[in-house]
Each structure stands twice: as structure tokens, then as C-alpha cells.
């Protein structure tokens, strides 16, 4: 047994930790280990330590389980630190967003180009960045040696952050890469024979690869949308899944024709502003919702997870019913405990990761976090080759996007108002000085934001 040690910072997140605890929990090659759960909020921390324990029981896992709201304490002599946190929660940042939009910004001053994701704060994500470089500064000081998942977003920023001002070995985790699935589906072939390469940023990653049983399988994305998009789309606005039912939306199919590559997952809900202006022009793109970051589809979002976190509360309580029937045993498609075993075990394997670039795609500085396919073993991190990515590409969304993260970290590192000023005044949205100045005030003037006013005084 490898009776290694893994912290889950954050763990109060009971929809994303119960996945965790269930993948685990069907990885008998990581059975002997401890986990431990930290949180702020006790009674979310109790309901995942009493969820992890019933799970571990129904399915015969063998792990021995922890729960601390000491950060320090769960940091300590662990092998892999997971940081799952949002700092102050999805209500402080709709908070913010509804004063943004009081002064003109829909959907808020962190919707800017190829960055409409809802939960992907950065210019206003003071709390957070802090609350990441808090953690890593812990790994530094009490497991130096302990491997550091970032899945709390913004990955870009984050991974970028922390590689660059801490020493520990950081890792950006996201499973977007996996639209490439949908799309494969979509067209008509099976995902389990498509060989794929995406790499761009976090959020925003680009199809370079798509083979379908060692062919090019470019030309069949290009049939579909000839011959089968239209009625597709058709059927898709009358009956579309979720608002992330968006893969193959129009908007993905307009921007594989502007910049010469397919877009992947997550990379969707960006673009510029040609698909976001507002509602109306958001319903056109993305299907009746407006897409996941529309003012329909976020809510949406944030109602479903509450409705399933109000369900898994139930079902944690309610301990004459097995939860297994919540989640039933099978493993998902994420990534973080795979890659735990094969460095726990020494077993290679490729995964999608954000990690600093270091030459990997020409044209990105090396100190930049870059999602890229990697192979991982008891040795760590080994970089591969990648295709490189186009003209266009690099000239109209990665350069523009790059300049976005340098201005944020920017921000959060030295402060002063004129850092935020300067993020606002080139919005397309701002038509004044005055708006400007004003929607600054607003949202340090909140008493969410006292110490962050006084970081950007």
C-alpha cells in the first residue's frame, strides 16, 4: 500500500469532492492512503467527511479519512495538495457582476475578449489569487515536495501565478479537452478511435490533431457542417440539453471558419464580442439559453448545483439509503487521480495539464502556463511535441488573451488604482472617463472589498 497523503483545500465543495472520493475510492492501487478534507464552512466539511466514509464502506475502499478547518494542519506532510477553493463564493461575485452591470458592463468587467466564462474572475479576483498564493506558500513551507493541483479557476492565471512566485511544482487541471468527444460523436464516429491534440491557454484550446482511425479526420468536421449543421441546429434550438450544449453551436462552427482551427470545450463560451453583445445576440449564437454565461444559462448553472448539492445533503443524511445510488460506481473522465497514481506508481501515461510553457508552443514566453498534452510518471512531468498553432490564432486570440492574464497578475501583484483603471478604459463598453471612475468606486466602495480597496488604493 503507498500510504501516501492527500489534502483537498476546498473540499466543501460537495459535488466536485464527491467525484473525487468516488474515483478514488475505484483506485485500489491508491488504497492505504489519507485523505484529508479542509474547508471553512464545518458543516459542508462534515457532510464530505460522512460522504467519503459511507462511500469508502458500500464499495470496500480502503483509505483512512481526515477532516481539518487548519489549512496549515492538512497541508502537512502531504504528497499531493488539491485546490479546489473559490474564494467567498459564486453569491460575492454575482454580487459584483450586478454592479458592473449598473454602470453599463453586461455580464461584468471580467467579460472581455475570449474570457465570458462566469466563474473565471480575474481582474476582480483579488480574494482568489490571494487565497492560491496563501496555499502554495503553504505546500512551500510544510510539503515542499508535494505535488499542487490547481483545479480552482482561473487555471491560466493561477498556474501561471503560482509558477512564477512560488517554487512548488504546480499543475492546472481542467477537463474541457474532452469536448473533442462531442464532436467526434456529433459527426458521426467513435470517440474510443479518434486520436486528438488540443493546446492553447486554459479556456481556450484549439483542435491541432483530429485523426479518426489514423486518418485526418478534418474533412468529415467539414462535411458535417456542409451538409448537416443547418439541421442540426435546427433540432438543437427546439430541444438543446444545458447550456453548455454548445460544442457544436454556431458560434463554435464561426469561429473553426474565422481562425482556421476548431475550438474546444470551454473555448466556446469565448470569442469576442461579435457573440456576446447581449441576450438576444447570445441566443443566436449559443441556442434559447444564451449559452452557460448568458444571464439565463449562469443561472441556470447555479441552480442545478444547488438543487444536486440540496439532493447529495439528503442522500448523506438519510444513511438507510446506499449512496451509491447517488453516484453510482463508475469512474468519471477526470484527470487528478490518474495522474496521482501514476506518479504514486510510477505508471507513464498522457493527460492534458497546464503547465509553464518552456518552448513546448512556439510564440508563448516560456514562463506562461499553457494547456498541452503531457506525459506523467514517478518522474513527473515530461513535455512532448505539439503541432504549431496558426497565424491567426496566435495574432487574434492568444497574443490579445496573453495580454489580459500579464495585466491581472500585474493587478493583483503591485496594485494601485490605475492597474484597474487601465483594464477598464479600453472595454468597448466604457464610454467615459466618469464610467470608468464610477463602476472602480462601486465595487471597492462594498464591504466584500475593504482590504481589496486598499490593495488598489
Request: aromatic share 12%.
Amino acid at each position: 500500500m503507498p500510504g501516501i497523503k492527500i489534502s483537498v483545500i476546498g473540499a466543501g465543495s460537495i459535488a466536485w469532492s464527491a467525484t473525487l472520493i468516488r474515483d478514488l475510492c475505484l483506485t485500489p492501487s491508491l488504497y492505504g492512503s489519507t485523505i484529508s478534507f479542509m474547508d471553512i464552512n464545518e458543516e459542508r466539511l462534515n457532510l464530505v467527511y460522512d460522504f467519503a466514509r459511507r462511500y469508502a464502506s458500500e464499495v470496500k475502499a480502503s483509505f483512512k479519512f481526515e477532516k481539518t478547518m487548519d489549512r496549515r494542519k492538512s497541508i502537512e506532510d502531504a504528497d499531493f495538495v488539491i485546490n479546489t477553493a473559490l474564494a467567498r463564493g459564486h453569491g460575492y461575485y454575482e454580487k459584483m457582476r450586478s454592479i458592473c452591470e449598473e454602470y453599463g458592463y453586461y455580464r461584468g468587467i471580467n467579460s472581455v475578449e475570449w474570457n465570458m466564462v462566469s466563474d473565471y474572475h480575474t481582474i476582480w479576483g483579488y480574494y482568489q489569487f490571494k487565497l492560491m498564493m496563501d496555499v502554495a506558500k503553504d505546500v512551500e513551507d510544510l510539503s515542499p515536495e508535494a505535488w499542487l493541483f490547481l483545479l480552482a479557476n482561473p487555471v491560466f492565471e493561477g498556474t501561471t501565478l503560482l509558477s512564477r512566485e512560488t517554487r512548488v511544482k504546480v499543475i492546472g487541471l481542467c477537463h474541457g479537452h474532452l469536448g473533442y468527444s462531442e464532436i467526434a460523436e456529433t459527426i458521426g464516429l467513435d470517440p474510443d478511435k479518434v486520436g486528438f491534440e488540443c493546446i492553447g491557454f486554459n479556456h481556450l484550446i484549439w483542435l491541432t490533431k483530429f485523426r479518426y482511425e489514423d486518418r485526418d479526420a478534418y474533412p468529415l468536421i467539414d462535411e458535417w457542417i456542409e451538409k448537416d449543421s443547418e439541421r442540426y441546429w435546427r433540432s438543437w434550438r427546439r430541444k438543446q440539453r444545458s447550456p453548455f450544449d454548445i460544442q457544436m453551436s454556431p458560434a463554435a462552427v464561426d469561429m473553426y471558419r474565422c481562425y482556421g482551427l476548431y475550438p474546444v470545450g470551454d473555448t466556446v463560451r469565448g470569442g469576442t464580442w461579435k457573440y456576446h453583445w447581449n441576450l438576444r445576440v447570445k441566443k443566436g449564437w449559443f441556442g434559447p439559453t444564451g449559452g452557460p454565461d448568458s444571464e439565463i444559462g449562469w443561472k441556470m448553472y447555479l441552480d442545478r448545483h444547488e438543487e444536486w448539492m440540496n439532493k447529495a445533503i439528503s442522500a448523506i443524511r438519510d444513511e438507510a439509503t446506499p449512496l451509491t445510488q447517488l453516484l453510482p460506481p463508475r469512474k468519471s473522465r477526470e484527470s487528478i487521480v490518474p495522474i496521482m497514481e501514476s506518479i504514486t506508481n510510477d505508471r507513464r501515461d498522457v493527460y492534458q495539464v497546464n503547465v509553464t510553457n518552456l518552448g513546448v508552443i512556439p510564440g508563448i514566453p516560456d514562463n506562461v502556463a499553457v494547456e498541452i498534452p503531457v506525459e506523467i510518471d514517478g518522474k513527473g512531468i515530461h513535455r512532448i511535441g505539439v503541432e504549431r498553432l496558426p497565424k491567426r490564432i496566435m495574432n487574434y486570440v492568444i497574443y490579445p488573451r496573453l495580454m489580459r492574464m500579464e495585466w491581472a497578475l500585474e493587478a493583483f501583484l503591485e496594485g494601485g488604482r490605475d492597474t484597474l483603471f487601465d483594464w477598464v478604459i479600453v472595454d468597448v463598453r466604457t464610454n467615459s472617463t466618469r464610467q470608468a471612475n464610477g463602476v472602480i468606486d462601486a465595487l471597492l466602495s462594498i464591504p466584500e472589498n475593504e482590504e481589496m480597496a486598499k490593495h488598489f488604493r
